[in-house]
C-alpha cells in the first residue's frame, strides 16, 4: 500500500460504534490517526471511479468540504485542491492531494491519494493539511453495487478531545459514506 507515517500506532482499533463499521486508532505522537473501513456505495464501479476523480464532486461528498478543484490531470492520476471547512475556533483545512488509479487483475480498481504538503506556496487563511495519506479499493459487486475498502492516516491536532475524535474520525468517514450514496 504506502509506507506509514503512523509505525507507532496503537494496536487496538476503535469501533466508531456507527451503522458502517468504522475504526479508528492514533499513533503515539497523539497528532497522526488512522481510520479504516469496508462499505458499499449503490453505483457501478465505473460511476464511482467518476466520482472519486472529479474535484467538482467532492463538495457534494466530502464532508465538510466547501471548495475544490483539480489542478493536474491525465488518465490515470491528478492533483487537486479541497478547503475543508474547521470547527469556528480553528482555521479551515488546505490540502493538496495527488491520486493515482491503478486497475488490478482481480477486476478491482485502487485509488491512492498522497498528500502534496508544499505543492504551492501557503496561504496564512488556511491550516496547511501535511500528512495524508488514503487508499481506497473498489471491488464490484453486481451490476450496481460497489464494495469499497477504505484506509487512510492523517495528521491533525494533537490530543484532541473524546467529542472532537469522534466526529474528526467517525462523523465525518460516515457522512462521507452516506453522501456517496445520495450522488447521482
Not at 483539480?70 to 485542491?81: H, V
Request: contains cysteine.
Amino acid at each position: 500500500m504506502f509506507a506509514s507515517f503512523c509505525a507507532n500506532a496503537q494496536e487496538n482499533w476503535r469501533n466508531c460504534n456507527c451503522d458502517t463499521p468504522i475504526y479508528y486508532r492514533i499513533c503515539e505522537s497523539g497528532k497522526d490517526y488512522q481510520v479504516k473501513c469496508k462499505f458499499l456505495i449503490n453505483k457501478p464501479t465505473d460511476k464511482c471511479i467518476d466520482i472519486f476523480c472529479n474535484a467538482e464532486n467532492h463538495t457534494k461528498w466530502i464532508y465538510n468540504c466547501i471548495e475544490s478543484s483539480i489542478l493536474e490531470k491525465d488518465s490515470a492520476s491528478g492533483i487537486f485542491r479541497n478547503i475543508i471547512e474547521a470547527p469556528f475556533f480553528m482555521k479551515d483545512r488546505e490540502v493538496f492531494v495527488e491520486y493515482k488509479v491503478k486497475h488490478n487483475d482481480d477486476g478491482s480498481i485502487t485509488i491512492t491519494n498522497i498528500c502534496l504538503p508544499d505543492y504551492r506556496p501557503r496561504n496564512d487563511k488556511y491550516e496547511r493539511i501535511t500528512r495524508l495519506k488514503a487508499t481506497y479499493i473498489f471491488t464490484p459487486k453486481g451490476k450496481n453495487s460497489t464494495e469499497v475498502d477504505y484506509f487512510t492516516e492523517t495528521g491533525g491536532p494533537a490530543n484532541l478531545p473524546d467529542f472532537l475524535l469522534h466526529i474528526f474520525m467517525c462523523k465525518s468517514t460516515m457522512q462521507t459514506i452516506e453522501n456517496l450514496n445520495k450522488m447521482y
